[in-house]
């Protein structure tokens, strides 16, 4: 620990600096204080208490009148005012300072962390610093908002720490995303995560997206690249739930895998969809709400502020085109597996 005595002696000392250098001094001793790990509270007492000391070891002359006792402590005052918002000027920026060194080392380290770029070595010992064990098993969760910032990113990281232990999560900002690195296991985190984004930045601004477990060095990237393709693929599928599992939504990647196959189920399924009048987008966003709806005809009519029996005759419409039915159940998985490649390949635009 710090010896912090050297406070009292810095703050009277103040005092007698030739005026000209007296702020500057004032901001060094705060940045000093910073430094040291003292608290606001020390610094802010410190500086007066040293007022008071010298109030009271100025003699009281026979001369002097309450007029001049007055002027004098209107002077010590205003010195020690500005002494006082010089050094907590110097405090606050040495800290501003020391934090974004803090949360540069913490970004630079958990991007080599996750590209596994640097030295296995010198990676093992910074991850050490940070309490993660590269050989353990470790969730990645990411987070994505337009409005997320480095003090955000900060506040969250200190929550989360709070919440679950140093050691057990470590949190930044990567490529404009929140990226949470949390030990395998944790529980809770996603739903600390959501409410933490939630006092931050409101309802319905921001989505949480969570990678599965995974063990090693290797399984924090593949962990990473399951949380933010699960977030791509949710932003063209149109899912709006604040949090998605990537363990939810394997079937994405799986239809993905053979782009010329889904393109191929796509083209053939729904192509002819895009010889009715007015094109086949009307088609599959009743394709799309009716599937959402787990093939409720009245909910998806009340969603698309059409009647029931308007749903009824697109449907009949799209069997017409393409001979495929929702009602089928032979038909529905084909038909809903092409409606879902449509909207990751954003078809037919």
């Not at 363990?247 to 192509?271: E, M, Q």
Request: proline share 3%; hydrophobic share 45%.
């Amino acid at each position: 620990m710090s010896d912090h005595t050297w406070l009292a002696a810095d703050c009277r000392h103040l005092l007698y600096v030739p005026a000209s250098a007296r702020l500057q001094a004032a901001v060094n001793l705060g940045a000093r204080a910073a430094d040291d790990g003292l608290k606001l509270r020390e610094l802010v007492a410190g500086v007066l208490d040293a007022a008071t000391a010298h109030w009271s070891a100025t003699p009281v002359g026979t001369a002097d009148t309450a007029t001049t006792l007055h002027a004098r402590a209107e002077t010590l005052l205003d010195t020690a005012r500005g002494l006082l918002t010089a050094a907590v000027d110097g405090y606050t920026r040495q800290n501003r300072a020391e934090l974004d060194r803090h949360d540069s080392e913490r970004a630079v380290f958990v991007n080599d962390l996750l590209t596994g770029r640097a030295d296995p070595g010198d990676l093992a010992e910074r991850a050490h610093r940070y309490g993660i064990r590269l050989s353990a098993s470790h969730t990645v969760l990411t987070a994505r908002a337009a409005s997320l910032t480095p003090g955000i990113t900060h506040r969250i990281d200190v929550a989360l720490a709070s919440r679950f232990g140093e050691g057990n999560t470590l949190t930044t900002l990567r490529d404009g995303d929140v990226v949470c690195i949390s030990a395998g296991g944790l529980r809770g985190i996603a739903a600390e995560l959501a409410h933490l984004l939630l006092t931050e930045l409101g309802a319905g601004n921001w989505q949480i997206a969570v990678g599965r477990t995974h063990p090693g060095l290797h399984g924090l990237a593949t962990s990473l690249d399951e949380a933010r393709h699960t977030l791509d693929h949710a932003a063209k599928l149109g899912f709006t739930a604040p949090v998605l599992n990537a363990a939810d939504l394997l079937v994405f990647p799986v239809l993905l895998r053979d782009r010329d196959a889904i393109t191929d189920l796509v083209t053939t399924v729904l192509g002819p969809l895009t010889a009715a009048r007015g094109g086949a987008e009307p088609y599959l966003e009743t394709l799309t709400l009716l599937f959402d709806n787990q093939g409720n005809h009245t909910a998806t009519a009340r969603q698309m502020h059409l009647s029931v029996r308007a749903i009824t005759y697109r449907l009949d419409r799209i069997r017409d085109l393409t001979g495929y039915h929702p009602g089928e159940p032979t038909q529905r998985f084909t038909l809903q597996a092409a409606v879902l490649g449509a909207r990751l390949l954003g078809w037919p635009a």
